[in-house]
Every structure is written in structure tokens, then in C-alpha cells.
């Protein structure tokens, strides 16, 4: 009986340790750095915002239909060491997906590099299907929404963004791009997603 007062007694002090450690994770914090952009004019009701990148280094890999969790694993592998530095670099946010790119125009999976790093000192890719590329005066219109990035809340937020678009009289460039700010620990109802839409 001791025995097992003693095992369950370490499992609920494992458990407790483990949830601690996972909580800001499951609730939504994820406690790295996010892509610095300057805003242009923000829309709280509607949770959209116009934004501008100034500059950003991303590292990209093609995503095709069905093989986002292929091209995650891609780009972790490069911030984790596959690299020709082999360098460990820190996890930023947001993971942009579905990206037109510029160099391979077809959807894509890009990593934000910390904004610390430029062009010239950021590991290059040893994997041929890894690539970087600089991206710079970037203007978006962006949604900021919760819950899951299925093709129906995505389709939602994208008829509200493309609607405030054009009631502000500018003119989308492109198609939309997903941003999604959590790790799939995180519960839905506390993700942060986001649609942006590149606009003139």
C-alpha cells in the first residue's frame, strides 16, 4: 500500500512538473520572438491590422498539398543544426505557410530568421530543398484570428480581410498567407492566427 501511495504521489508531482513546463504552450504563450513590423493603422473591432515589414531573412521550403508537417520538420532540422555552420538558432514566430515566393513560385513553409541575423551572416541551408531568401518593405493588411487554420475559418477571415481592403481603398497584391503563431500543443481556442493579404 506505501508503495503505491509513494508511485502515485511521484506521478502527480511528474504530471504537475510536465504541465507546468507545457502550460504556457497549451494557453497560447509561446514565449519567442516575433517578426518586428511597423504599424500603419490598426481595426480593433475586426481584429485587422496594416502593417509594414521593413525587413525580414526567411528560410523556406516548398509545402505541397498534404506535406505541412514534411516541411516543418524541413526547417527545423535547419534552425536545429542543418546548417553549414551548424548552428542551433532560436524558434521565432510567426511560420508563414502558403507563401508565393519569390525565387520558387509555389506554395511554401518559411521560418523567420531573429532579427539579429542579415543575408550575409545567416547559415546557409545544406538541404537542396531549404532556401533563403531577404524580403523588404513588405505591406500587408492582416486578420488576427483563434481557433484552427481549417479551409472554413481560413475562407472566413479571408472574405472579412479582403472586404476591409477594399473599403479602404487599397489593392491586393497576391494571394493570402497563413501565420500561425502557436505549436500544436496549444488548445484552439487559445492560437494565434493570423491571414495577411500583401496590399499597395
Given at each position: 500500500m506505501?508503495?503505491?501511495k509513494h508511485l502515485l504521489k511521484q506521478l502527480t508531482l511528474i504530471s504537475f512538473v510536465t504541465f507546468t513546463l507545457t502550460a504556457c504552450s497549451v494557453f497560447g504563450d509561446n514565449g519567442v520572438e516575433s517578426a518586428p513590423y511597423t504599424l500603419i493603422k490598426s481595426d480593433s473591432t475586426l481584429n485587422i491590422e496594416l502593417r509594414n515589414?521593413?525587413?525580414m531573412i526567411l528560410v523556406s521550403t516548398s509545402m505541397p498539398p498534404g506535406e505541412r508537417n514534411r516541411a516543418f520538420r524541413r526547417l527545423f532540422n535547419y534552425i536545429a543544426g542543418n546548417n553549414d555552420g551548424q548552428k542551433e538558432i532560436?524558434?521565432?514566430a510567426p511560420v508563414f505557410m502558403d507563401q508565393k515566393n519569390t525565387t520558387?513560385?509555389?506554395p511554401a513553409m518559411s521560418f523567420v530568421m531573429p532579427a539579429s541575423f542579415d543575408f550575409e551572416n545567416t547559415p546557409k541551408p545544406t538541404d537542396p530543398n531549404v532556401w533563403l531568401e531577404k524580403v523588404e518593405d513588405y505591406k500587408v493588411a492582416a486578420i488576427t484570428f483563434s481557433g484552427t487554420l481549417s479551409d472554413s475559418n481560413v475562407q472566413e477571415q479571408q472574405a472579412l480581410l479582403q472586404q476591409w481592403i477594399t473599403a479602404n481603398q487599397l489593392i491586393a497584391k497576391g494571394q493570402p498567407i497563413m501565420a500561425a503563431y502557436n505549436g500544436p500543443l496549444t488548445l484552439p481556442m487559445f492560437r494565434k492566427n493570423e491571414l495577411l493579404i500583401r496590399v499597395e
Open positions: 506505501w508503495k503505491f515589414y521593413d525587413s532560436a524558434m521565432t520558387k513560385p509555389k
